[in-house]
Protein backbone atom coordinates (compact mmCIF):
# COMPACT_ATOMS: atom_id res chain seq x y z
CA UNK A 1 0.00 0.00 0.00
CA UNK A 2 1.43 3.53 -0.94
CA UNK A 3 2.59 5.82 2.03
CA UNK A 4 0.11 8.62 2.81
CA UNK A 5 1.97 11.46 4.49
CA UNK A 6 0.96 14.02 6.20
CA UNK A 7 2.88 17.09 6.77
CA UNK A 8 1.66 18.93 10.60
CA UNK A 9 2.68 22.34 10.88
CA UNK A 10 4.90 21.60 14.56
CA UNK A 11 5.02 18.94 17.11
CA UNK A 12 1.56 19.94 18.67
CA UNK A 13 -0.24 19.78 15.59
CA UNK A 14 1.66 16.22 14.59
CA UNK A 15 0.44 15.08 17.90
CA UNK A 16 -3.07 16.64 17.75
CA UNK A 17 -3.19 14.74 14.03
CA UNK A 18 -2.27 11.38 15.38
CA UNK A 19 -4.80 11.55 17.79
CA UNK A 20 -7.74 11.94 15.62
CA UNK A 21 -5.55 9.15 13.46
CA UNK A 22 -5.84 6.71 16.26
CA UNK A 23 -9.33 8.03 17.48
CA UNK A 24 -10.59 7.67 14.06
CA UNK A 25 -8.98 4.05 13.43
CA UNK A 26 -9.80 2.38 16.66
CA UNK A 27 -13.42 3.94 16.32
CA UNK A 28 -13.20 1.93 12.90
CA UNK A 29 -11.83 -1.38 14.07
CA UNK A 30 -14.49 -1.93 16.66
CA UNK A 31 -17.35 -1.50 13.68
CA UNK A 32 -15.44 -3.88 11.54
CA UNK A 33 -14.77 -6.26 14.46
CA UNK A 34 -18.86 -6.26 14.83
CA UNK A 35 -19.59 -6.04 11.73
CA UNK A 36 -17.35 -9.35 10.92
CA UNK A 37 -18.17 -11.17 14.31
CA UNK A 38 -14.61 -11.21 14.72
CA UNK A 39 -13.92 -13.11 17.88
CA UNK A 40 -11.17 -11.39 19.26
CA UNK A 41 -13.33 -8.31 20.07
CA UNK A 42 -10.60 -5.90 20.89
CA UNK A 43 -9.12 -3.20 18.71
CA UNK A 44 -5.06 -4.47 18.77
CA UNK A 45 -2.73 -1.70 19.08
CA UNK A 46 0.93 -2.02 19.14
CA UNK A 47 2.61 1.24 21.13
CA UNK A 48 6.21 2.76 20.56
CA UNK A 49 8.69 4.05 22.90
CA UNK A 50 10.24 7.24 22.07
CA UNK A 51 9.55 10.89 22.80
CA UNK A 52 7.35 11.36 19.99
CA UNK A 53 5.01 8.48 21.31
CA UNK A 54 4.97 9.77 24.57
CA UNK A 55 3.44 13.22 23.73
CA UNK A 56 0.86 11.11 21.90
CA UNK A 57 -0.24 8.70 24.88
CA UNK A 58 -0.67 11.68 26.52
CA UNK A 59 -3.24 13.20 24.42
CA UNK A 60 -5.03 9.96 24.50
CA UNK A 61 -5.08 10.11 28.30
CA UNK A 62 -6.29 13.39 28.08
CA UNK A 63 -8.98 12.80 25.65
CA UNK A 64 -10.22 10.26 27.75
CA UNK A 65 -9.29 7.32 25.15
CA UNK A 66 -8.41 4.21 27.61
CA UNK A 67 -11.64 5.34 29.23
CA UNK A 68 -14.04 5.50 26.51
CA UNK A 69 -12.53 2.41 24.27
CA UNK A 70 -12.13 -0.61 27.28
CA UNK A 71 -12.54 -2.39 23.84
CA UNK A 72 -8.64 -2.09 23.43
CA UNK A 73 -6.46 -4.48 23.84
CA UNK A 74 -2.74 -2.55 24.52
CA UNK A 75 1.07 -4.35 23.39
CA UNK A 76 4.35 -3.06 22.77
CA UNK A 77 6.23 -2.92 19.92
CA UNK A 78 9.75 -2.89 21.56
CA UNK A 79 11.02 -3.00 25.28
CA UNK A 80 13.95 -2.53 26.71
CA UNK A 81 15.45 -5.46 28.65
CA UNK A 82 14.88 -3.31 32.07
CA UNK A 83 13.14 -3.65 34.91
CA UNK A 84 9.80 -1.53 35.00
CA UNK A 85 10.88 0.91 37.02
CA UNK A 86 13.96 1.94 34.76
CA UNK A 87 13.67 5.42 32.98
CA UNK A 88 14.42 3.63 30.00
CA UNK A 89 11.40 1.24 30.32
CA UNK A 90 8.99 1.63 27.90
CA UNK A 91 6.47 -0.32 29.98
CA UNK A 92 6.72 2.68 32.28
CA UNK A 93 6.65 5.27 29.86
CA UNK A 94 3.52 4.10 28.30
CA UNK A 95 1.77 3.16 31.81
CA UNK A 96 3.03 6.75 33.64
CA UNK A 97 1.32 8.45 29.96
CA UNK A 98 -1.44 5.92 29.64
CA UNK A 99 -1.77 2.38 30.78
CA UNK A 100 -2.52 3.37 34.40
CA UNK A 101 -5.69 4.61 33.38
CA UNK A 102 -6.34 1.21 31.57
CA UNK A 103 -7.99 -2.31 33.34
CA UNK A 104 -4.74 -3.94 33.48
CA UNK A 105 -5.70 -7.17 31.87
CA UNK A 106 -6.08 -4.61 28.66
CA UNK A 107 -2.10 -4.99 28.92
CA UNK A 108 -0.18 -7.70 27.12
CA UNK A 109 3.47 -6.92 28.45
CA UNK A 110 6.85 -8.22 27.18
CA UNK A 111 8.05 -9.52 30.35
CA UNK A 112 11.68 -7.47 30.83
CA UNK A 113 12.83 -8.77 34.43
CA UNK A 114 13.65 -12.50 35.25
CA UNK A 115 14.40 -14.07 32.13
CA UNK A 116 16.17 -13.47 29.20
CA UNK A 117 15.63 -11.33 25.47
CA UNK A 118 15.08 -14.86 24.17
CA UNK A 119 12.89 -16.51 25.83
CA UNK A 120 10.99 -13.48 26.51
CA UNK A 121 10.60 -12.84 22.95
CA UNK A 122 9.72 -16.25 22.21
CA UNK A 123 6.94 -16.11 24.73
CA UNK A 124 5.72 -12.81 23.32
CA UNK A 125 5.11 -14.56 19.85
CA UNK A 126 3.68 -17.25 21.35
CA UNK A 127 0.95 -14.54 23.05
CA UNK A 128 0.74 -12.82 19.94
CA UNK A 129 -0.16 -16.22 18.08
CA UNK A 130 -2.97 -16.81 20.18
CA UNK A 131 -4.44 -13.61 21.00
CA UNK A 132 -4.55 -12.29 17.32
CA UNK A 133 -5.97 -13.50 14.30
CA UNK A 134 -3.47 -14.65 12.00
CA UNK A 135 -3.10 -13.52 8.12
CA UNK A 136 -3.30 -15.88 5.12
CA UNK A 137 0.83 -16.18 6.25
CA UNK A 138 -0.11 -17.26 9.38
CA UNK A 139 1.37 -14.44 11.12
CA UNK A 140 -0.66 -12.50 13.88
CA UNK A 141 -2.24 -9.37 12.71
CA UNK A 142 -2.43 -6.51 14.91
CA UNK A 143 -5.28 -3.82 14.19
CA UNK A 144 -3.14 -0.66 14.62
CA UNK A 145 0.60 -0.61 15.03
CA UNK A 146 2.21 3.32 16.25
CA UNK A 147 6.02 3.57 15.42
CA UNK A 148 8.47 6.42 15.54
CA UNK A 149 11.86 6.97 13.67
CA UNK A 150 15.17 7.40 15.02
CA UNK A 151 17.67 9.76 13.26
CA UNK A 152 19.70 6.64 12.51
CA UNK A 153 16.44 5.41 10.18
CA UNK A 154 15.59 3.12 12.91
CA UNK A 155 11.80 2.03 14.10
CA UNK A 156 10.74 -0.05 17.17
CA UNK A 157 13.92 -1.20 17.78
CA UNK A 158 15.04 -2.52 14.12
CA UNK A 159 18.44 -1.20 13.77
CA UNK A 160 20.16 -0.13 10.12
CA UNK A 161 22.18 -3.52 9.71
CA UNK A 162 21.09 -5.61 12.35
CA UNK A 163 20.02 -8.86 12.55
CA UNK A 164 16.73 -8.30 13.85
CA UNK A 165 15.86 -5.70 10.69
CA UNK A 166 16.72 -8.50 8.30
CA UNK A 167 14.61 -10.82 10.11
CA UNK A 168 11.84 -12.04 7.87
CA UNK A 169 10.15 -15.25 9.58
CA UNK A 170 9.71 -14.54 13.23
CA UNK A 171 7.47 -12.15 14.74
CA UNK A 172 9.48 -11.23 17.38
CA UNK A 173 13.14 -11.18 18.37
CA UNK A 174 15.93 -10.17 21.01
CA UNK A 175 17.88 -7.38 19.70
CA UNK A 176 20.84 -5.13 20.52
CA UNK A 177 21.20 -1.65 19.42
CA UNK A 178 24.17 -0.45 17.00
CA UNK A 179 27.10 1.14 19.37
CA UNK A 180 26.54 4.77 19.96
CA UNK A 181 22.32 4.37 20.24
CA UNK A 182 21.40 4.84 24.23
CA UNK A 183 20.32 3.70 26.03
CA UNK A 184 22.52 0.54 24.98
CA UNK A 185 20.80 -2.68 26.41
CA UNK A 186 19.23 -5.58 24.77
CA UNK A 187 15.66 -5.35 23.65
CA UNK A 188 13.01 -7.68 22.13
CA UNK A 189 10.93 -5.91 19.19
CA UNK A 190 8.87 -6.87 16.93
CA UNK A 191 10.08 -7.43 13.14
CA UNK A 192 9.49 -6.12 9.85
CA UNK A 193 6.70 -9.08 8.92
CA UNK A 194 4.58 -8.23 11.69
CA UNK A 195 4.54 -4.65 11.23
CA UNK A 196 3.91 -5.27 7.67
CA UNK A 197 1.11 -7.60 8.32
CA UNK A 198 -1.16 -4.77 10.58
CA UNK A 199 -3.78 -3.30 8.99
CA UNK A 200 -3.30 0.36 9.84
CA UNK A 201 0.80 1.68 11.12
CA UNK A 202 0.70 5.16 12.36
CA UNK A 203 4.23 6.58 12.12
CA UNK A 204 5.47 9.47 13.94
CA UNK A 205 8.39 11.61 12.87
CA UNK A 206 8.95 15.16 13.99
CA UNK A 207 13.17 16.28 13.64
CA UNK A 208 15.11 17.80 11.18
CA UNK A 209 17.69 15.33 11.98
CA UNK A 210 14.90 12.50 10.19
CA UNK A 211 14.69 14.13 6.81
CA UNK A 212 17.24 12.05 4.75
CA UNK A 213 14.75 9.12 6.39
CA UNK A 214 11.81 10.98 4.67
CA UNK A 215 13.51 11.00 1.38
CA UNK A 216 14.28 7.44 1.93
CA UNK A 217 10.87 6.44 2.40
CA UNK A 218 9.15 8.59 -0.09
CA UNK A 219 12.16 7.58 -2.64
CA UNK A 220 11.62 5.69 -5.89
CA UNK A 221 12.47 2.11 -6.01
CA UNK A 222 14.81 2.31 -8.19
CA UNK A 223 16.42 5.39 -5.94
CA UNK A 224 15.90 2.87 -3.12
CA UNK A 225 17.56 0.08 -4.93
CA UNK A 226 20.95 2.64 -5.75
CA UNK A 227 20.96 4.70 -2.77
CA UNK A 228 22.50 2.82 0.33
CA UNK A 229 20.99 5.83 2.63
CA UNK A 230 17.78 4.82 1.69
CA UNK A 231 17.54 0.91 2.46
CA UNK A 232 17.27 1.80 6.57
CA UNK A 233 14.35 -0.45 8.29
CA UNK A 234 11.93 1.83 8.33
CA UNK A 235 12.43 2.93 4.42
CA UNK A 236 12.34 -0.50 2.78
CA UNK A 237 9.81 -1.73 5.95
CA UNK A 238 7.10 0.88 5.37
CA UNK A 239 7.20 0.18 1.61
CA UNK A 240 6.03 -3.24 1.76
CA UNK A 241 2.99 -3.19 4.16
CA UNK A 242 0.04 -4.22 3.21
CA UNK A 243 -2.01 -2.27 5.41
CA UNK A 244 -2.05 1.52 5.25
CA UNK A 245 0.38 3.39 6.19
CA UNK A 246 0.14 7.30 7.33
CA UNK A 247 3.33 9.14 7.93
CA UNK A 248 2.85 12.00 10.37
CA UNK A 249 5.99 14.32 9.82
CA UNK A 250 6.22 18.34 10.59
CA UNK A 251 6.91 21.34 7.99
CA UNK A 252 10.37 21.28 9.14
CA UNK A 253 11.01 17.18 7.90
CA UNK A 254 9.81 18.83 4.85
CA UNK A 255 12.82 20.12 2.29
CA UNK A 256 12.56 23.77 1.89
CA UNK A 257 10.09 24.30 -1.22
CA UNK A 258 8.47 21.16 -1.01
CA UNK A 259 5.22 22.63 -0.01
CA UNK A 260 3.85 19.86 -0.74
CA UNK A 261 4.30 15.85 -0.59
C1 LIG B 1 12.60 2.97 21.37
C2 LIG B 1 11.49 3.37 20.41
C3 LIG B 1 12.06 3.97 19.15
C4 LIG B 1 11.52 5.39 19.04
C5 LIG B 1 12.33 6.20 18.08
C6 LIG B 1 11.80 7.64 17.96
O1 LIG B 1 12.34 2.12 22.23
O2 LIG B 1 13.68 3.57 21.30
O3 LIG B 1 10.58 2.39 20.20
O4 LIG B 1 11.77 3.25 18.00
O5 LIG B 1 10.16 5.36 18.60
O6 LIG B 1 13.66 6.21 18.54
O7 LIG B 1 11.97 8.27 19.19
P1 LIG B 1 11.74 9.88 19.28
O8 LIG B 1 10.30 10.09 18.94
O9 LIG B 1 12.08 10.19 20.72
O10 LIG B 1 12.68 10.52 18.28
Known amino acids: MPVRTVVCE ?40 GSTPKALYAAMKAHHLPLASSAVQYYFGDVRMVPDSSPDSNFLMAFEQLLHAVPIEHVTKIETVDINAADSAAAFEDALLTQLPLNESGCPQFDIVLLGVGPDGHTASLFPGTPASNETERFAVPCMPNEGITPYVE ?12 RHVIVMAAGKDKQWVLDGILASDEDVASTENFRVPVARLLRECTGDVQLLVNRDMVKDGAASL
Open 187 to 198: RVTITRRIIQAA
Open 10 to 49: DNAALISTALQAVVALIDGEQKRKTTVGELQSRVSLALSG
